[in-house]
């Protein structure tokens, strides 16, 4: 039997289906207009059960952007009924989604769809990957959602159940021009209850040759500060004690809106409870050198982590001129220079590209100059992979040996030297927000988001979401080990408690009976004002149609 055909399924929440948004949300809805032109492949003759019933297991590869791309999604989805699962084996159907910045993080998700396919599981794609090659052979006939398009993936789910494909890859508009995507105030699951993740732009403005992760989230398209605000207000509503902004450049926020960074900083910290955290994402070096002061008036906050993840890539300004990066060595380091001034302490962490193509022996050596001068405490050592589509892919190449070669020199002067042996015997305060790998130790991070880990007892007050006090009695490369103080006071930051694990927040708590009540006049009014014309029209014009036959055949 034929697989059966699918509508078009623009509006998923019809009149009748029960609404899982928020209060404010149906207020910020744009319309989708009815496209005559959709992707939709038929790839099974199965029909699934009925919605809400299947389990979902949902993977995720990369960056925190995508990571709370995915909490929407699991959230959108639970609220609609489908239980969630963590074990994959359990699932009806998996929601993989993938990062497009490395070959290795690509290889696993191609790899995880095949396992689905053998595993018969139906199966669902999203984030960089299908959105920026939706016609790679790997993928070919399976669901995709865009990456603006997380909040139709009830929609998309249901169809593939149905044994239908659908494609989403479309961009939202708001008259003509991209906004920044979903609607932030859509229900979620947080993969840690305690931390909100924040998009506030997706996209950047840069061209570089190796990314191609441009070719997925396109151009800059910031959020508005309201809309960020307010997410942000909520979130501490819900037991939240730290929150992160995350994009693909959080430096260049605003910039096509006609806002600054540091416009949207300042607003924010306003309604950042006492004891909770604020976490500023990657932003890229020439975006932040015209707000140099205000941004460190920022993360001067005692409500703010003293904290900034800013890529260089490398220490050349020749390799950089290649990798369009559009700044100079000298600028990062004015960059770096006057925040470790003006923020005393401030943890700076970067990355680097070990072997882009073009990169000779003294342009490495220059890169290992600028990472001895820094000594950054944190420092994300890449390897060079040619990216698909990339006009770095199509550059001559540097031998895996010498790249290999350099990654190790680069990584064996990083671990020469011991970051936090300084900082022995301090007393800091910490927000406790995870569990260790041990799952004994407790996780907090300190000002400067330092991790420091702390062991606790069964008998000692639940610490997870407080400020303690601690004394630092031990350091290693990547952490510090503290102890408790004892008498100290431990601060509960919000006063609320936090949602528990896997629990959907964001969903407005309504009565039953005004439900169907709100169902029942939204009904009526829909069939008012949407079909009774139709209806008046259709009888008018039966009615006119014989009222002239008649009149005709008289004559």
């Known amino acids: 039997m034929p697989c059966k055909d699918v509508d078009d ?24 207009a009815r496209k005559t032109k959709r992707i939709v492949e038929k790839i099974d003759t199965s029909v699934g059960n009925a919605p809400g019933t299947e389990t979902i297991y949902v993977k995720t590869w990369g960056c925190t952007h995508n990571t709370s791309d995915s909490e929407y999604m699991a959230g959108q989805l639970a609220a609609h009924g489908y239980p969630m699962t963590d074990d994959p084996s359990k699932a009806d159907l998996w929601l993989l989604n993938s990062c497009t910045v490395k070959n290795p993080a690509e290889d696993h998700f191609r790899n995880m769809i095949q396992k689905g396919k053998d595993e018969n599981k139906k199966i669902v794609v999203s984030g960089c990957v299908p959105q920026g090659a939706p016609s790679q052979g790997y993928i070919k006939g399976l669901s995709i959602i865009g990456v603006q398009q997380i909040d139709r993936v009830v929609e998309v789910v249901e169809e593939t159940l149905k044994g239908n494909s659908v494609r989403l890859l479309g961009q939202k508009k708001e008259k003509g021009k991209k906004i920044g995507g979903a609607n ?61 902004l995350t994009s693909e450049d959080t430096g260049a926020y605003g910039r096509d809106i006609g806002v600054t960074l540091p ?66 060595v000298e600028d990062f380091s004015h960059v770096v220079d006057v925040l470790r001034e003006k923020v005393p302490g401030i943890y700076i962490t970067t990355d680097i590209i070990c072997g882009f193509p073009s990169e000779q022996d003294c342009d490495f050596e220059e890169t290992m100059e600028l990472c001895e001068k ?49 900082k022995l015997d301090e007393v800091q305060q910490i927000l406790i927000t995870e569990i260790a790998h041990d799952g004994v130790s407790l996780v907090g991070h300190n000002n400067f988001y330092e991790q420091v880990l702390i062991k606790t007892t069964d008998d000692e007050v639940n610490l997870m979401g407080k400020m303690v006090t601690v004394k630092i009695v031990n350091t290693d490369k990547f952490h510090m080990l503290g102890e408790r103080v004892i008498g100290e006071e431990i601060i509960s930051p919000t006063g609320v408690q936090p949602a528990p694990y896997g629990a959907v927040t964001g969903i407005p708590p309504r009565v039953e009976e005004e439900e169907l009540e709100v169902k029942a006049s939204w009904s009526w009014k829909s069939w008012t004002t949407e079909y009774l014309p139709m209806f008046t029209v259709g009888i008018l014009t039966a009615f006119s149609f014989s009222f002239a036959r008649k009149y005709y055949s008289n004559k």
């Open 9 to 32: 399924i623009e509006d998923f929440i019809n009149k009748d289906s029960e609404d899982v948004r928020r209060n404010n949300y149906k207020e910020a809805v744009v319309p989708h």
């Open 263 to 328: 416009q949207l900083l300042s607003q924010l910290v306003e309604v950042i409870p006492e004891g909770c955290r604020m976490r500023v994402g990657m932003t890229n070096p020439p975006y932040i050198l015209d707000h140099l002061d205000e941004i460190a008036e920022i993360l001067n906050h005692r409500r703010v982590y003293a904290f900034l993840h800013i890529p260089v890539q490398a220490g050349s300004n020749r390799t950089l001129y290649e990798m369009r990066r559009e700044y100079t």
């Open 184 to 244: 932030l105030s859509l229900p979620k699951i947080r993969r840690n209850p305690l931390i909100e993740i924040i998009s506030v732009n997706t996209g950047c403005l840069n061209a570089c040759t190796y990314c191609k992760t441009r070719h997925a989230r396109g151009q800059l398209a910031s959020y508005p500060i309201a809309d960020i605000v307010q997410r942000a207000r909520e979130s501490f509503q819900e037991g939240v004690v730290e929150i992160w």
């Open 374 to 422: 820094y000594k950054f405490p944190s420092l994300y050592i890449n390897q060079f992979f040619p990216r698909p589509g990339t006009p770095a892919a199509k550059m001559e190449q540097i031998d895996r040996r010498e790249i290999k070669k350099r990654t190790k020199r680069l990584s064996e002067l990083f671990h020469s030297y011991q970051p936090f042996t300084h």
